[in-house]
C-alpha cells in the first residue's frame, strides 16, 4: 500500500481499479460516492441549510437577541419585528430551530429503527407474519397522514411529546414497505443461502446481514421524509394541537401571528419562511442523497 | 392456462381480489378509529352522568353503553352501527354525526375540486412543455415549483395570500364562503353554493361565492399544480423516447400531433391515476387550508371537534376521510386495470 501511495498519489490509491485490501475498497467506493455527492450543487445547499440548522440550534443563546418592546416592525435590532409579548421573533425563530431539530430527530428515532424491523421480519419471515403485517400498513396507508396524526393527537392530548408519538405512528409504514422490498430481493442471494446453510438463525440473518444492506434506501427515505416530519409537525402547532405557546415552535409561532396577521404580517411570516428554509434545505439534500446512494430510484 | 381464460373473468377475478382488499381495509379503518375511540382519557359513563353520581347509577349507564362488554362485542356493536350510517352523535353541535358530515362535505367537495381543475388545467400543458423542452424555462419552472410544494406549509401560504391579495390589494374577498350579507340567501341543494346560486340564477351569490373560493383554491391548486406537472413531465419523457414516435415523425407527423395525441394519449391512463391521487392528498391539505380561511369543510369540523374534545365527530370525520380517500385509491386503480391493456 504504502509503495503505491508513494509512487502514484493519495488519489491514484483512492480510485484504483482492483483494491488490494478491504479497508482500500470501502475508502474507494466511499471516495467514489462523495464526488459524485459534491457534484451536485442543489445537494450542497441542502446540506448548507441543514448544517446552518445545527449551528443555530447548538448557538441560538448567543445569536438571540434582548426582548423587549411589543409588535415591533422590522428594523436594524430587531431584524423580524417584534411579537404581541414584545419578544424578539428572530430570537425565537433561533430558538424554534431547536424544538424541529428535536421533533424530526426523535420521530426519526422511533420510525426508522421500526419501520426497517417490521419491514425486514416481514420480507424474510413470510407467510402468515408478512401478510398480517402487510394489511396493517396497507390500513395505516389508507388515511391520509395528517388526518390520523390528528385523531391519534384528540385520543393523547395536544402537547409535543403526543405530537411525537402521533406523527411516528402515521410515519412508520412506507419504511416498512421499502425494507420488505429490498429483503424481497436479498432473500434468496447466495451469501443469504450460505449463511444459512452454516446454521445461522434466522434473527441473526436479518440483523446482520439483511439489515445493513437495507439502511442505504432507509436513509434516503428519511432524509426526503425530514420535511414531511416538520410540515405535519408545524400543521399540528398551528392547529393548536403539538407544541403549546409559548413555546416557540415555529408552527405555533405561525397560529399566534395569525391573530395579527393583516397588520402584522411579520409575527407570522418569519416562522413560516424558517419551515419553509429547513424543509427545503432536507429536500435538496435528501435528493442529493438519492442520486448518490441509491442510482436506481432516479 | 390463465393466458386463455377470457378476459371477463380475468377481470372479474381481479375486480373480487380488490374488493376483498377493500374490505379488508375498511374493517381496518373500523379497527383503528374503535381503538383509538378507545384509549382516550376521557371516561364517557362519567361524561354522561358527571361525576356526584352515585355508584349503581353509574353501573346501569356503563351497561346501557355497552362499555361492559368485552372489547370485541364492543367492537361488533361498533361496526354494525356504522355500517347502518350510525356514527354517533357530536356533543358539540348535538346533531348525529353523520348529518354534520353530510352538511361540511360539500364546502370541501367544492374546494378540493376547483384546486385540482386548476392543477389539472395548467400542470398538464406545463409538464408536456417541459417534456419537449428539457432543461428549457417550463422544466426550470417545474423543477422549483416542485420543491417548493414539498416545502411550504399550506397554512403559512394561505395566510400570506390572505395579507397580500386581499388585505393589501383587495383582489379577493375574506374568508368564508360567502359574505354575510349572502348567507342562507340561497336554497341548498346540493351544499355546493356555485352550483346551488347557479341552479338558481342568482348570479350575485355566484360571483360572490367565487371571489371567496378562489384564493383558497388557488393555494390548494398550487401543490396539485406540482405534483401533477411533476409526474406528466416524467410520464411525457418516457414516451417520447418510444420508436413510435420516431416512426411517426418518419411518417411526416406534425411535432403538435405527435405530443399532443401520440404521446399524451398514451400517458392518459396513468396520469388520471396521478391526478385521482392528488385529489386525495388534498383532503389532508384541506384540513389546514379550511382552517386558515375559515371554510366551514370538513377539515374545519375535524379540527373544531377536536380542540373541544367531541370524539364521535372526529372519529365519524376520519372514517368519513379515509373511506373517501379510498375509494379515490380504488377508483385510480381500477381504471388503470379496465384501460391498460398492460395490467391486464
Known amino acids: ?205 436479518v440483523f446482520l446481514h439483511v439489515m445493513p444492506l437495507c439502511l442505504s434506501s432507509v436513509i434516503v427515505r428519511v432524509t426526503l421524509d425530514m420535511a414531511g416530519i416538520i410540515l405535519t409537525a408545524a400543521g399540528l402547532g398551528f392547529l393548536g394541537l403539538g407544541a403549546q405557546p409559548p413555546s416557540p415552535e415555529w408552527g405555533a409561532m405561525i397560529s399566534t401571528g395569525r391573530k395579527y396577521i393583516l397588520d402584522q404580517w411579520w409575527v407570522a411570516a418569519f416562522p413560516g419562511l424558517a419551515i419553509c428554509l429547513v424543509s427545503l434545505g432536507f429536500n435538496l439534500l435528501g435528493d442529493g442523497l438519492r442520486d448518490v446512494l441509491d442510482p436506481k430510484q432516479r | 392456462m390463465a393466458g386463455s381464460r377470457p378476459r371477463a373473468l380475468k377481470l372479474g377475478g381481479a375486480a373480487l381480489r380488490l374488493a376483498g382488499t377493500v374490505v379488508l381495509t375498511i374493517f381496518g379503518l373500523l379497527l383503528v378509529t374503535f381503538l383509538i375511540g378507545r384509549v382516550v382519557p376521557i371516561d364517557p359513563v362519567l361524561a354522561a352522568v358527571g361525576d356526584r353520581a352515585p355508584a349503581e347509577v353509574y353501573q346501569r349507564v356503563r351497561s346501557e353503553l355497552g362499555l361492559d362488554q368485552p372489547l370485541y362485542i364492543q367492537f361488533f356493536r361498533y361496526v354494525s352501527a356504522v355500517l347502518h350510517g350510525d356514527l354517533g352523535r357530536s356533543v358539540l353541535t348535538s346533531n348525529p354525526v353523520l348529518t354534520d358530515i353530510k352538511r361540511f362535505f360539500p364546502a370541501t367537495l367544492e374546494l378540493a375540486t376547483t384546486a385540482t381543475l386548476m392543477g389539472v388545467l395548467i400542470g398538464i400543458p406545463l409538464g408536456v412543455a417541459a417534456a419537449v423542452r428539457q432543461n428549457r424555462w417550463p422544466d426550470q419552472v417545474i423543477r422549483v415549483l416542485g420543491l417548493l410544494g414539498y416545502s411550504v406549509p399550506v397554512f403559512w401560504l394561505g395566510l400570506m395570500g390572505l395579507v397580500l391579495f386581499y388585505a393589501r390589494l383587495g383582489w379577493v374577498a375574506g374568508p368564508g364562503r360567502l359574505d354575510v350579507f349572502y348567507e342562507d340567501v340561497v336554497d341548498p341543494r346540493t351544499g355546493v353554493i356555485l352550483i346551488d346560486s347557479a341552479l338558481a340564477g342568482n348570479w350575485q351569490v355566484f360571483s360572490n361565492a367565487i371571489q371567496h373560493l378562489i384564493l383558497p383554491a388557488s393555494i390548494l391548486g398550487y401543490f396539485s399544480l406540482a405534483y401533477v406537472s411533476r409526474m406528466t413531465r416524467s410520464l411525457m419523457i418516457e414516451q417520447l423516447r418510444q420508436e413510435y414516435v420516431v416512426t411517426a415523425r418518419v411518417k411526416g407527423l406534425s411535432e403538435a400531433r405527435i405530443v399532443w395525441r401520440h404521446a399524451l394519449g398514451n400517458v392518459m391512463v396513468p396520469l388520471v391515476t396521478v391526478v385521482a391521487l392528488s385529489y386525495a392528498n388534498l383532503l389532508e391539505g384541506s384540513v389546514l387550508t379550511e382552517t386558515v380561511f375559515a371554510w366551514p369543510g370538513l377539515g374545519q369540523y375535524i379540527t373544531n371537534s377536536l380542540l373541544n374534545v367531541d370524539m364521535n365527530a372526529v372519529l365519524g370525520g376520519t372514517l368519513m376521510v379515509g373511506v373517501v380517500y379510498l375509494v379515490l385509491n380504488l377508483f385510480s386503480d381500477l381504471l388503470y386495470r379496465v384501460f391498460d391493456p398492460r395490467a391486464r
Open chain 1, 1 to 205: 500500500m504504502s509503495e503505491v501511495v508513494a509512487a502514484r498519489g493519495w488519489h491514484a490509491w483512492l480510485t484504483a481499479e482492483a483494491p488490494a485490501s478491504r479497508l482500500q475498497a470501502r475508502l474507494v467506493n466511499a471516495y467514489a460516492t462523495s464526488l459524485g455527492f459534491l457534484r451536485n450543487p442543489l445537494a450542497l445547499i441542502g446540506l448548507a441549510i441543514v448544517i446552518a440548522l445545527l449551528l443555530i440550534a447548538a448557538a441560538a443563546p448567543l445569536l438571540a437577541q434582548d426582548l423587549s418592546l411589543r409588535l415591533r416592525p422590522p428594523d436594524a435590532t430587531h431584524w423580524f419585528g417584534t411579537d404581541e409579548l414584545g419578544r424578539d421573533i428572530y430570537s425565537r425563530v433561533l430558538y424554534g430551530a431547536r424544538i424541529t431539530l428535536g421533533i424530526v430527530t426523535l420521530v426519526v428515532l422511533i420510525v426508522a429503527p421500526l419501520g426497517l424491523f417490521i419491514g425486514c421480519v416481514a420480507g424474510y419471515r413470510g407467510g402468515m407474519l408478512d401478510a398480517v403485517l402487510m394489511r396493517i400498513t396497507d390500513v395505516f396507508l389508507a388515511f391520509p397522514r395528517l388526518i390520523l396524526a390528528l385523531a391519534f393527537v384528540a385520543a393523547l392530548g395536544p402537547g409535543i411529546e403526543n405530537a411525537v408519538i402521533a406523527i411516528s405512528l402515521t410515519a412508520w409504514p412506507p419504511y416498512a414497505r421499502i425494507a420488505r422490498a429490498e429483503t424481497l430481493i436479498l432473500r434468496d442471494s447466495d451469501f443469504i443461502n450460505a449463511a444459512r446453510l452454516l446454521g445461522a438463525s434466522w434473527p441473526r440473518i
